[in-house]
């Protein structure tokens, strides 16, 4: 089945981060400006980075055309890579944020 093979997980693990934000850290992490810029400056150096690799016409990564979407935006990066990138820097920086918030309530008196 088309799409399956890295498709499916890539939307998966955004759909997984963002319910463990929504239901079980509740760090407020969606609504903080600083989350967003630092998303801007992590996609921005994704694309320069990934567009590089994943280039058609000479491409240092390749993916099985059979197991994406298909749809590559910019330089043939394919979409999924974008999803997995958000999910990945997401987690990293909830966790960061949940064991903040709990190293928080350890000190007060």
Wanted: charged fraction near 20%.
């Amino acid at each position: 089945m088309t799409g399956l093979g890295y498709t499916l997980p890539a939307v998966l693990s955004v759909v997984g981060v963002c319910a463990w934000e929504h239901w079980i850290l509740r760090t407020g992490l969606f609504r903080k400006p600083a989350y967003w810029i630092s998303m801007a400056i992590v996609v921005f150096f994704q694309i320069l980075v990934d567009g590089w690799l994943t280039k058609l016409s000479a491409p240092i990564v390749l993916y099985a055309d059979r197991h994406t979407t298909g749809i590559r935006f910019p330089w043939d990066i394919p979409i999924e890579d974008f999803l997995f990138g958000f999910a990945l820097v997401t987690a990293v920086l909830l966790r960061w944020e949940h064991r903040g918030a709990k190293d928080q309530e350890e000190r007060r008196p």
